[in-house]
């Protein structure tokens, strides 16, 4: 029950989130676009300022890349043995590569693990960011009806807010540059509000998705190889890690995450199956319900 109780606040503010975009009908895109540029780079900036930079860092990065390679190989056999085309092929590495580390992963973690496992859930959320932002394009492109490009790819990392708040906090760090408690302050407290305001964001994305036929062969294989495999997978790596328990538990739990709410996006622009990537993403975050209190409770 403890278990549940963790993973429970994250559903409240989910389902505030979701009924107030059924009521209210907002303007999901603005609100992002206003918790993306303003609110995440201030979030990201007093993470690196705070956290001195280590060798974990690279441990993290290393990793996360890894696992994504290992589930690449493994979603392209699956789908190559049930003879998926292409923009099956497409909806389902998007699927199955990248975790809800920002809206849901960073929160469950706050809530699980305390402050110091927060922060490391942070760096992690960058690096799946700058992950989506580049290799998650080409495979949107790989089986949509736009094509990208490097220079889309290299672009979007570019536009990536998060990305000059980690080189502002590096920066600043490096060179010994100290803000004054009073701007630190400000910082942490815009910071501290892009948390619960994403996790609105996640609500009011998932109620916008559409009801549709429901593609079970599609749905089970980035079903189980995002809520099973995944977790698994980064279970066995991070034994080869030479990092405290708590970057381990971390590492392994927002690998356990439900399909990322950012992927839609990506198959909304390049036209890669974006309503089966919505559902996906719907019912693997209801799923997560009980896998997550599963997974909390096999980490101890």
């Known amino acids: 029950m403890d278990l549940i109780l963790i ?3 994250a559903f409240l503010i989910f ?56 589930l690449l190989g493994v979603t392209l056999f699956t789908g190559w043995l049930m003879k998926m085309d292409k923009a099956h092929m497409s909806a389902m590495l998007l699927g199955t590569l990248f975790p809800n580390s920002g809206n849901y992963g960073a929160p469950v973690v706050l809530f699980a693990y305390g402050t110091q496992a927060f922060n490391y859930a942070v760096i992690l959320m960058v690096i799946h960011g700058l992950l989506i932002n580049s290799i998650g394009i080409f ?35 490096l060179l010994h540059l100290k803000l004054p408690s009073t701007i630190v302050d400000s910082v942490s407290l815009v910071g501290s509000a892009a948390i619960p305001t994403i996790m609105l964001i996640l609500g009011m994305q998932l109620a916008e998705i ?14 189980l190889t995002r809520m099973v495999a995944s977790p698994l997978i980064a279970t066995i790596l991070v034994i080869f890690m030479p990092v405290s328990d708590t970057i381990k538990n971390v590492f392994i739990l927002l690998a356990a995450m439900p399909v990322a709410a950012n ?10 199956k974006p309503n089966l990537v919505s ?19 096999f980490l101890g």
């Open 15 to 70: 389902g505030a989130g979701f009924i107030g975009q059924k009521m209210l009908h907002l303007n999901v895109k603005s609100i992002s676009t206003m918790a993306l540029y303003l609110m995440t780079p201030f979030l990201t900036f007093e993470t690196f300022y705070s956290n001195k930079l280590n060798i974990d860092y690279f441990y993290m990065f290393s990793f996360s890349v890894l696992l994504i390679i290992i």
């Open 263 to 272: 992927v839609t996006m990506l198959a909304v622009q390049f036209d890669a």
């Open 7 to 9: 993973v429970l606040p």
């Open 279 to 297: 559902l996906t993403t719907l019912i693997t975050t209801i799923i997560s319900l009980l896998t997550i209190p599963l997974t909390l409770f």
């Open 210 to 223: 559409k009801p549709q036929k429901l593609e079970y062969r599609y749905f089970g294989t980035v079903t």
């Open 139 to 173: 495979i949107a492109s790989y089986g949509g009806q736009k094509s990208a490009t490097i220079k889309n790819a290299v672009t979007s990392v570019v536009k990536m807010p998060n990305l000059y708040g980690v080189i502002l906090g590096v920066s600043f760090q």
